[in-house]
C-alpha cells in the first residue's frame, strides 16, 4: 500500500517544466526499486518504451546496462536523499537525486528519483550507444502526442466537450495539427460512427465552392451527366471539418452562414432543400476577429462558429511533445523503411533546440530526412544541413543580449567561443579535426582557446591528451 498518493501526484503534476527549459527525468520505485511512476523522457534516454521502463526493477537496468548506477538503491539503504550523475546507455550524463519518503512508523514507503534538468552529452559514437527510438512503441489511436502539460490540459477540454454538438474554433499556427484535434474530438463524440470530412477550403477554388460543398442534379450544367452529393451533405451524421475556414470568399461565407442556420442544402438544379445533421468544427491559423473588423470575414459567421475557442500553443512552447513527436514519427519511419532508427543524443538536443517555425509537419520531415541520412550512413548530412544549428546558435545568442546589448567586439566573441566550443566537442576533443574544419591551424586555435574563455571546455572535461 503506497501511504504517497497525493506527493506522487503533486510531483508528478509538478514535472512539468515551463516551455523553454530541458525536460527532465523522473521516476518513483517503491522499497524494492520496483519503478511505479516514470515519463517518457526517462524512457526515451534509456532506449526503451515507456511501458517496458514501468515494468522494471532499477536493480535490473543497472545489471544490463541501462545506467552505470542506481542512486535509489543508495537512497534505500542509506535512508537518505542522495545526489550524483548517472551515465545512460544512450549518450546522456544526468544529475539525479534521489529521495526516500517515509511510513509512520520508519520504513520506507517510495522512492522519488528526478534529474535537476543538467545533461551532458557523452561519446556515444565510441561506445556504441545511440538513442534508439523503440520501434515497438504502440501509436495511439488518436495519433495525439501530449507530454506536455499544455497538450494534456487541451485534450481533457476536448474530451469533456466532445459529447456535446457545440462547434468549435480551432486557433494554431500552420503544422501545429489542427486536423489531428478535430478528428480527436470526432473520436470522442457520439457521432464518431458518423463520417469525419475533412475540408481545405483554401484548394477549393471559388468556382467550385457551390458544387463542392452543395453538390448538384443531373443536367444542372453542362457536364453534369449525373447526380453528385456535396461534401455537407456527405457529412450528415458526422462531423464536417474546415480547415482554413479564413479564405472562404465573402460571398461563400453567406452560403455557409445559411446552412448553419437552416441545416439545410440545396443541389445544384435542385428544387428541394435536404436536411442535414451535422457538427461543425472550424480552424484557422488567422485572427478572424481582425478579419471582422477590416470587413474580410463575416460578424455573424464569426459568432456561428466561435462557440468554443481553443488555441493549439505553438511547437516551440512545448518542447516536451518534441520527445513524443520524435518517439512517433521515427516509429512510423522504421515500419516505413523496415529498419531500425539511430538518433545519438547531440541529434535529439539539436531537435529539442530548434524553433520549428513549420511546427509538428516540420518536424517530422526533418526527423524524415535525418533519419534517411542515417540510414545510408551520410555522415556528412550535418554538414550539408549545417545552417540550423549555427541558426540556433545565433538565434540563442541574440535573444539573450539584445535586452541588454553587448559591443558588437564582446558579441562576436561570445559567438566565436561557442562555436569553437561546439566544433571540439563535435570532433569529440580532437584539436586537429577540428581546426581543419574551422579552416584555420591548429596552433591558432590553441591560441584562441588559450584567450577564449576555457571554462567551458574545462567543463566538457576535455584532457589534453585529447588534443593530440
Not at 478579419?291 to 475557442?309: A, C, K, Q, S, W
Request: charged share 25%; aromatic share 8%; proline share 3%.
Amino acid at each position: 500500500m503506497i501511504h504517497h498518493v497525493d506527493k506522487i501526484e503533486e510531483i508528478f503534476d509538478n514535472h512539468h517544466l515551463p516551455y523553454n527549459e530541458t525536460p527532465r527525468s523522473l521516476f518513483i520505485t517503491d522499497k524494492e526499486g520496483n519503478i511505479l511512476v516514470s515519463n517518457e523522457f526517462t524512457a526515451l534516454t534509456l532506449g526503451m518504451s515507456l511501458d517496458e521502463l514501468l515494468k522494471s526493477n532499477v536493480a535490473d537496468l543497472v545489471r544490463e546496462g541501462k545506467y552505470n548506477h542506481s542512486y535509489v538503491l543508495d537512497a534505500i539503504k542509506e535512508k537518505k536523499q542522495i545526489t550524483g550523475f548517472i551515465q545512460t546507455c544512450k549518450g546522456f550524463k544526468v544529475l539525479s537525486t534521489s529521495i526516500p519518503f517515509f511510513k509512520p512508523n520508519g520504513e520506507i514507503d517510495i522512492v522519488v528519483s528526478t534529474s535537476a534538468g543538467e545533461y551532458e552529452i557523452v561519446d556515444a559514437e565510441n561506445s556504441g550507444n545511440h538513442l534508439r527510438q523503440d520501434i515497438n512503441t504502440e501509436i495511439k489511436e488518436s495519433q495525439i502526442v501530449a507530454e506536455s502539460l499544455a497538450m494534456k490540459r487541451l485534450l481533457k477540454i476536448c474530451r469533456k466537450i466532445a459529447p456535446f454538438d457545440c462547434r468549435v474554433l480551432l486557433y494554431g499556427e500552420t503544422g501545429t495539427g489542427k486536423e489531428v484535434l478535430a478528428k480527436y474530438i470526432h473520436q470522442k463524440s457520439k457521432r464518431s460512427n458518423g463520417p469525419f470530412i475533412s475540408v481545405n477550403c483554401a484548394a477549393i477554388p471559388e468556382n467550385l465552392f457551390e458544387s463542392e460543398f452543395f453538390g448538384y442534379e443531373k443536367g444542372a450544367f453542362t457536364g453534369a451527366n449525373s447526380s453528385k452529393r456535396g461534401l455537407i451533405e456527405i457529412a450528415n451524421n458526422g462531423t464536417l471539418f474546415l480547415d482554413e475556414i479564413s479564405e472562404l470568399p465573402l460571398e461563400e461565407q453567406s452560403k455557409l452562414l445559411r446552412v448553419l442556420e437552416t441545416q439545410e442544402v440545396r443541389r445544384i438544379g435542385g428544387t428541394t432543400d435536404i436536411k442535414v445533421d451535422f457538427r461543425l468544427i472550424a480552424a484557422t491559423n488567422k485572427d478572424l476577429k481582425q478579419m471582422v473588423e477590416r470587413g474580410t470575414f463575416r460578424e455573424d459567421l464569426y459568432y456561428r462558429i466561435n462557440v468554443i475557442l481553443l488555441h493549439i500553443p505553438p511547437l516551440r512552447e512545448r518542447p516536451l511533445d518534441i520527445i513524443g513527436l520524435v518517439r512517433k514519427f521515427t516509429n512510423e519511419f522504421n515500419d516505413k523503411y523496415q529498419t531500425n532508427c539511430n538518433l545519438t543524443a547531440k541529434e535529439f538536443y539539436s531537435l529539442l533546440s530548434h524553433t520549428w517555425p513549420g511546427n509538428v509537419r516540420e518536424l517530422k520531415n526533418y526527423v524524415e530526412r535525418l533519419l534517411i541520412a542515417n540510414l545510408n550512413n551520410l555522415n556528412n548530412y550535418e554538414e550539408q544541413d549545417s545552417t540550423m544549428p549555427f541558426k540556433i546558435l545565433i538565434d540563442m545568442y541574440l535573444k539573450d543580449h539584445i535586452a541588454n546589448p553587448l559591443p558588437l567586439k564582446e558579441f562576436l566573441a561570445k559567438v566565436e567561443e561557442q562555436y569553437i566550443h561546439s566544433m571540439i566537442e563535435a570532433c569529440n576533443g580532437k584539436i586537429i579535426e577540428a581546426s581543419n574544419k574551422l579552416g584555420i591551424h591548429r596552433t591558432v586555435l590553441y591560441r584562441k582557446m588559450k584567450n577564449l574563455n576555457t571554462n567551458s571546455i574545462q567543463n566538457r572535461r576535455l584532457s589534453q591528451k585529447d588534443y593530440n
